[in-house]
Nanobody
Framework: EVQLVESGGGLVQAGGALRRSCAASGFIFDDYARGWFRQARGKEREVVSY????????YYADSVKGRFTISVDNAKNTVYLQMNSLKPEDTAVYYC????????????????WGQGTQVTVSS
């Protein structure tokens, strides 16, 4: 069983930065896909970014492109999300997830989820 533990959320002013971490335990292949999602109040959960394990290909939602960076440390079994130039519209609960492929992340099926952490960006 895969367990994901997140850290690094909180409150920040607009223009600031936060770094999210998601440490995995259990049986995870390096070529699994790992991603970050967010869900703002009253909205559906959406993909923010993901990274394909076997070749490191990344995807970013248009709303975060150029501001957020996803990375993986396979030795630590940890995926990171560096969030820069934060905006109030980035306010949401952020979740990490692991899946067998990027398709499972895109469709949010068969994923292992982190506990979710609130990120609040004040104006």
């Amino acid at each position: 069983e895969v367990q994901l533990v997140e850290s690094g959320g909180g409150l920040v002013q607009a223009g600031g930065a936060l770094r999210r971490s998601c440490a995995a335990s259990g049986f995870i292949f390096d070529d699994y896909a790992r991603g970050w999602f967010r869900q703002a109040r009253g909205k559906e959960r959406e993909v923010v970014s993901y990274i394909r394990g076997f070749d490191g290909t990344t995807y970013y939602a248009d709303s975060v492109k150029g501001r957020f960076t996803i990375s993986v440390d396979n030795a630590k079994n940890t995926v990171y999300l560096q969030m820069n130039s934060l905006k109030p519209e980035d306010t949401a609960v952020y979740y990490c997830a692991v899946g067998l492929s990027t398709l499972t992340l895109e469709t949010m099926t068969g994923l292992s989820w982190g506990q979710g952490t609130q990120v609040t960006v004040s104006s």
